[in-house]
């Protein structure tokens, strides 16, 4: 084959593949020992819904803690809030540093339920009050 023959893999009109880009990678990371992502959205749903639980449960505890009357609705929301974002916020710091993904899905998809919950049983409440009017 002289210099001026074409080379067979790459005609005239087709261009020559490109590189990858630096971060791609040749083959999908698959690691066997791993918890597949429907799992990890599992657990993280329920996980969450559990923690969250345990989050409300801990009202007495609280109160020994210098709440003479109960914890109030406020605080004890305030605080599941900040809970909420700080278990978000280390899903995300799993997903970027290690890759894991899933858990934060699961944690979303609880809380999405869950306000979905809220607004049906207000308004379920909302038609009864308004019925007996």
């Not at 880009?21 to 990890?40: D, H, S």
């Not at 109960?70 to 700080?86: C, I, K, S």
């Not at 699961?106 to 038609?127: V, W």
């Amino acid at each position: 084959m002289s210099e001026s023959d074409p080379d067979p893999k790459h005609s005239g009109d087709v261009p020559a593949p490109l590189d990858p880009l630096p971060y791609a990678t040749p083959t999908p990371r698959t690691n066997p020992g791993m918890v597949p992502v429907k799992e990890r959205w599992a657990i993280g749903c329920f996980g969450y819904i559990l923690i969250s639980i345990g989050w409300f449960a801990s009202a007495p505890f609280l109160q020994s803690l210098g709440y003479r009357h109960g914890v109030p609705v406020g605080d004890a929301f305030l605080g599941w809030m900040l809970m909420t974002a700080v278990l978000l916020a280390l899903t995300l710091f799993l997903r970027l540093r290690y890759g894991f993904k899933g858990y934060g899905y699961g944690i979303l998809s609880a809380l999405g339920a869950g306000a979905l919950i809220l607004l049906g049983l207000f308004l379920l409440l909302l038609a009864i009050c308004a019925s007996h009017h």
